[in-house]
Nanobody, 119 residues
């Protein structure tokens, strides 16, 4: 079955950290670039970060640069997003998606995990 399953979201105080995971199945994970995309309440999709097949090239949105770190473990078919120094503006549903700098919904998206940053 083809799927991407995110986990690791939750409620965190401003300045805190979370680590999101995305388990991939149904395709050869190691041969695709992967992305994280988020959608804040009442707003459109915002691309967050992307990583190439073996991590040789990584890209971040300016809004998260220096605070978030994307990584992947091809042996485990898993994509990660380490989020530090979280801000209330980071509150959103976070999705993983297959592809480089994904900005639109497509067939290879997860169901999302909610991240809420609030005191």
């Amino acid at each position: 079955e083809r799927q991407l399953v995110e986990s690791g979201g939750g409620l965190v105080q401003p300045g805190g950290s979370l680590r999101l995971s995305c388990a991939a199945s149904g395709f050869t994970f190691s041969t695709y670039a992967m992305s994280w995309v988020r959608q804040a309440p009442g707003k459109g999709l915002e691309w967050v970060s992307s990583i190439t097949t073996h991590g040789g090239l990584i890209s971040y949105a300016d809004s998260v640069k220096g605070r978030f770190t994307i990584s992947r473990d091809n042996a485990k078919n898993t994509l990660y997003l380490q989020m530090n120094s979280l801000k209330p503006d980071d509150t959103a549903v976070y999705f993983c998606a297959r592809g480089w700098e994904v900005r639109d919904r497509g067939p290879w998206w997860g169901q999302g995990t909610q991240v809420t940053v609030s005191s």
